[in-house]
C-alpha cells in the first residue's frame, strides 16, 4: 500500500525534504530550488502546477479534468479536506504528500506551500496541487496562482465542486427555489477574532445562506443573524462529512442550532445552510416516502 495513501498525519512539514531521487534538480544550483528573485525565464526547463478542485468528497463528483491532472502528475499535494476515497486514487507509484490545515493544526505555512509550489515546477515537475471543494471558493487558490504566476511558472486552476453545491444537494435541500429564495451567499466562518460582516445586510437579504467552516462560530452566528433581524425559527441544516459515507444532516432552527451542534458532537468538516429552502428537505422526503407506502401497498 502507498505509504502517502493513509489518513492525514498533522505535523510541521519540512519543505526542503522531499524525495531527492524522484526531484533531481534540472536546473541550476546545489539543490535544485528556485530562489525568489531568481530569473526564471533563464531557467532551462520549467514544469507545471495544477490547481485542482477535488469536490466535497466523493470521488465520483471528480471531473474528468481532474482525473487527468493527478494521472499526469510527477508530485501530488493534497489538503485536509480531499478524502480518502479521491486519495484512493492517485496513482500508486507518484508520491503525495499531505500539505492541509485543520483548526489550529497547519502542516506548513502558507507562504512556505507557495514556495514549494514554485521550486517544485522550477524543477521540470507536473504539480498536482489538491484542494477540497473549488480551489476559488475559500480554498486560497488565488493566493497561490498569483504566487505562481508572479514567479513565471506555468499554473492552471480546475474547478471543483463547491462545498455548498455538493452537500446540500446530497442532502435534498436546493441552495434556491422559486419563491423561498431568490440568491445564496456564501460566508466563511473563519477569522482571526470576530467575523467582520455586515449581518443586518446578511439577514435582510432573503437569500439561502451558507456558512463555511463556522463550528466554532455557532454562538456567534445564531446571535447576530437574530439581531439583524431574522426569526428564531427560521430552519437550518447542519450538514457533516457531507458527500461521504458518513454524511449526517441535522435539521434545527436559528435559535437552536449552536445547541444541537454540541448536542449532536458535530465536527469538522460541517456547513451550516440557514434559510426557508432547508424546508424542502422534508418535503423532498416525504413524497420519496409516499410513493414507496404506494409502491408497497399495491404489491401487497
Known amino acids: 500500500m502507498n505509504n502517502f495513501l493513509k489518513a492525514p498525519v498533522f505535523f510541521k512539514a519540512n519543505v526542503e525534504a522531499l524525495p531527492s531521487a524522484m526531484l533531481k534538480a534540472r536546473i541550476g544550483g546545489s539543490n535544485g530550488q528556485a530562489k525568489k528573485g531568481d530569473d526564471y525565464s533563464k531557467k532551462i526547463c520549467t514544469g507545471k502546477v495544477w490547481l485542482v478542485g477535488a469536490g466535497p468528497g466523493d470521488a465520483e463528483l471528480l471531473t474528468v479534468k481532474a482525473v487527468r491532472a493527478i494521472n499526469s502528475a510527477d508530485v501530488i499535494f493534497y489538503d485536509y479536506l480531499v478524502s480518502e476515497e479521491i486519495r484512493a486514487l492517485f ?9 492541509g490545515k485543520a483548526k489550529n493544526q497547519h502542516s506548513i505555512a502558507q507562504e512556505d506551500l507557495n514556495q514549494l509550489l514554485v ?6 515537475l507536473t504539480v498536482c496541487r489538491i484542494k477540497g471543494g473549488d480551489p476559488f471558493v475559500f480554498g486560497r487558490g488565488g493566493e497561490e496562482l498569483l504566487e505562481l504566476r508572479t514567479a513565471g511558472v506555468e499554473a492552471e486552476v480546475i474547478p471543483g465542486i463547491t462545498s455548498a453545491s455538493g452537500c446540500s444537494t446530497y442532502a435534498d435541500i436546493p441552495l434556491t427555489h422559486r419563491g423561498l429564495s431568490q ?7 473563519h477569522a482571526e477574532k470576530s467575523l467582520d460582516l455586515n449581518w443586518y445586510a446578511l439577514a435582510q437579504l432573503k437569500h439561502t445562506l451558507v456558512f463555511y ?8 452566528i445564531s446571535a447576530k443573524l437574530l439581531a439583524g433581524g431574522l426569526a428564531a425559527d427560521t430552519p437550518v441544516a447542519i450538514i457533516e462529512n457531507g458527500c461521504r459515507k458518513d454524511q449526517r444532516n441535522i435539521i434545527s432552527t436559528l435559535k437552536e442550532f449552536p445547541t444541537d451542534v454540541l448536542r449532536e458532537h458535530v465536527q469538522s468538516p460541517a456547513l451550516i445552510i440557514v434559510g426557508e429552502v432547508v424546508r424542502m428537505k422534508e418535503k423532498l422526503q416525504f413524497t420519496v416516502q409516499a ?6 401497498y399495491l404489491l401487497a
Do not use: S
Open 213 to 220: 467552516m463556522g463550528l466554532t462560530r455557532a454562538d456567534e
Open 91 to 99: 496513482p500508486k507509484n507518484i508520491p503525495a504528500f499531505y500539505v
Open 291 to 296: 410513493h414507496a407506502a404506494e409502491a408497497q
Open 119 to 124: 521550486n517544485q515546477a522550477m524543477l521540470g
Open 183 to 189: 440568491g445564496c451567499t456564501f460566508v466563511t466562518g
